[in-house]
């Protein structure tokens, strides 16, 4: 059942992301569903459990059985794998967009549509059998993610072989120059875009980011409050950007759910209003004020690997393989 304060947090696909579900779970009850035992994010909840494929019938049934029974107040995706199932099915507490919203941003040209008929800043973009304006661009899948098969064409002829080589729908955009940034949000329920943290990627692996450092822009700020405001989002949404030195800021991605630099917004977060309380507060039906530009900047992320040792019935031994568990850090 859930905790004392009445609530209870959902979070599916929870996969590796430990410290999102830690950080959700030292402030209300946590359930993590994920489908595989090994899951290391599972062992960071108060309660896992593992539901049917998101393609089965029962997904969701299963989803609504959690709800009642422990008075779930908030779903999380962990994932954009089931953003649209949850979309679609509005008796469940989840914070995710309104289903056309959810179908867009998933897929990347529909997604630059959008943002163009909205009047937010897109990159020049085309399809396949479109010629672009002027080289070089990139190759991309219209569903794809952690950066996969994305490739730089610098002519006609190289396009033509990468939009053949990629076996998925694909779209052609500018290549942008400038630096990479990305804005980690938190939308109510009714769209108001409560918060908007921009960090800077200065590595990826995977699409994911492992390195960053939280930054004062008020310019990326402004333009996550609109994506967030005029969509509307509603939860956690990821905005990546390029300042390009000819176009400015253009909007490469727009992610509903916490990015792989989910350090970087907890580490800017004030007291008492990192996202994840945030949420719990939502989720218990409060009311929370928008206050946007109000955390600390300066601090840099760097994220690495530790482990869990199961023992054969898949139950967490509590070893470490250095004594005392993982060491403090040190300065250099």
Known sequence: MASGNGVGLLLTGAGKRYDVVGAFAA???????????????????????????????????????????HRVGAIVPLTELDVELLASAPELP?????????????????????LERLGLPSPPTWLPEQEPD????????????SARSIHAAADARERDFFVSYVKEPVMVQRLLGGPELSVDALCDREGRCLNAIPRTMIESRGGESIKGTVIRDGELIELARAVGETLPMRGPYTMQAFRDPELGLRITDINPR????????????????????????????????????????????TRFFWQLELDEDLAPT???????????????
Do not use: C, N
């Open 27 to 69: 402030h209300a009850f946590t359930i993590a569903a994920d489908p595989s035992p090994l899951a290391p994010a599972r062992y960071a909840a108060q309660l896992a459990v593992a539901p049917p494929a998101i393609e089965d019938p029962d997904y969701l049934p299963f989803l609504r059985e959690l709800v009642e029974r």
């Open 258 to 301: 916490f990015g792989g630099a989910f350090p970087a917004p907890m580490y800017g977060a004030r007291p008492g209003r990192s996202y994840p309380e945030l949420i719990v507060r939502m989720a218990a039906g409060e009311r929370v004020e928008p206050h946007i530009g109000d955390y600390a900047s300066g601090a840099t992320f």
């Open 94 to 114: 989840a914070l995710v967009p309104e289903p056309a919203i959810a179908t867009a941003v998933y897929d990347k040209w529909e997604a630059h549509l959008l």
């Open 134 to 145: 002027s080289y070089p661009v990139m190759i991309k899948p219209r569903r794809g993610s």
């Open 318 to 332: 509590g070893r470490e393989i250095v004594p005392g568990g993982m060491p403090p850090p040190r300065r250099s």
